[in-house]
C-alpha cells in the first residue's frame, strides 16, 4: 500500500471474508529519511465474531426441553383431573415471568428475546392449547367442560358467592391468557392486563410466518372450543323451550347472555364473536322440519311487531341503532335452509 504525503487516512483491507484476530503492519520503505514515520491509530470496521449465535442456540434448546417437559406434565394432571384447568392460569404467569425476567436482565437485544419468545410458545403454550381443546374419552374436551361450568355458574339464580365470584374469575384470567399470550399480541396494554408476558418477545418486527401459524391454528381451537359449547347451550334450550309461548323473549335472553359471557371470556375477539354467531346456527340446523317451522314462524311474528312498532316511534338510540340491536340475536339465520320459511313466515 502506497501512502502519499497527503494522506489522512489509508485503506490497509477491505471486503474481508475472515475475521483476523491479529494485524501485522510492516513499513517497508519510508520517505523522506524515515522522519516522523509512525502509525498514529488503526480502525475495525465492521461485524465482529460473536458467540451469540451459538448461545442463542443453546439457550432455546433449554428453553423447549424445559418447556416441553413442563406442557408434558401439566397435560398429564389435567387428563386425570379436569379441576388442575384452574391452575393453568397462574402456571403459566410465573412460567412466562420467569423467562421474561431473564430477557430482560441478559438478552443483548430483542432478536435473541423474540426467538426465545417463539420457542417458549410453540414448547408450552401451543401444545397445551391442543391438548385442552381436543375430545377426551367423554366426548368433551376440558376447556368445553371448564367454559360449561362457567356459564352454568353465571346463570344460577340468586346472591353470588365468594366462592362462585373466585372460580369465573379464575375461568376469565385463563381465557384471556390463553387469548393475548400469542406471538403477535393484539395490543400491549391489553396482554399486560391479561396477564402475558410475552409482548416484549414478539410485539416488534420482523414476525414470521411461523408465529402467524401458531396463533391462528390455536385460537382457531380455542374459538371452536366455545362455538361447540353455545351451540349446545342453544340445542338445550331449544329442547326445553321450543314451544314455549315466549319462545322468541327467551331465545334472546340467551343470546345476550352467551354474547356478554362472550365478552368477558375472550373480550372484542372477532373470531369468538363468529364463533358465536356460527354455535346458534349450528343449533338451528339441528332442528326437526316440524320444528324449524315453528320457530321460524315465532321469530317472523316477533320481528314483524317490534319493526311495526319501530316505525311509530324512534327510541333514544335512533331508529337504525335500534333496528340493529334487534336484529342482531336472528342473524345466525341467514345463510340457512331456515332463512327461506323465516322470510316466507315474514311476507
Known sequence: VTVLPSDSRVILLENASQFWPVIQIRVKR???GGIDTRVRGIEVL??????WPIFREQLCRRTFLSCTALA???CQEISRDRGQLLQLSGRLNRVLQHEQSFADRFLPDDEVAQALGRTCWEALVKPLVQSITSPDASGSSPLAWLLTEYLESVECPGPATSRGAAFGCRVRRLTQLLVHVDPDGPDPGEARAAG???VRWEGG???GGACQDCKSSSLWGISQCWRGVVQQQVQRFLEVAGQAPDLVERYCQVYQRLRRATEELFGQQASFLLALGQGF????????????????EQFARYLDGLVQELCGAAGSLGPPQRLQQILEPFLAVSGLELAHTFEHFYR
Open 196 to 198: 402475558s408476558s410475552l
Open 205 to 207: 418486527k420482523g414476525q
Open 281 to 296: 346456527a349450528g343449533a338451528l340446523v339441528q332442528l326437526p322440519f316440524l320444528a324449524a317451522l315453528h320457530v321460524s
Open 30 to 32: 519510508c520517505q523522506q
Open 72 to 74: 408434558h406434565a401439566w
Open 46 to 51: 465492521g461485524p465482529k465474531p460473536t458467540l
